[in-house]
């Protein structure tokens, strides 16, 4: 372990191969998620359930009058779910 800054070498512990196999393992999961959101909502009963999803959680107002912080960070949250779907369709769609 390194007592003082100067004795503090970053080089020896990065592998820029390494690192760049474990980004592409992460990007090439993340383009077979969204292939998986991208064929289920290209059924009919998937593009249904994302319009009534969208209708429900998205299309509203997020807080109400009168609603606690819990209700207004639950509707956010519902929503932003709604919203990370869209987006990974669309990333299959342009991949």
Known sequence: MADNWDDLDTTEDI???????VQNEVYDK???YDKIFLNCANT???ELM????RERFVNRVIYQRGSTLEETAYRQGM???ISMIDK???DALTK
């Open 44 to 46: 009919p009963e998937g």
């Open 15 to 21: 592998d820029i191969e390494e690192k760049a196999k």
């Open 50 to 53: 994302i319009k009534t999803l």
């Open 30 to 32: 993340k383009i077979a």
């Open 88 to 90: 990974c369709v669309d």
């Open 79 to 81: 929503a932003d779910l």
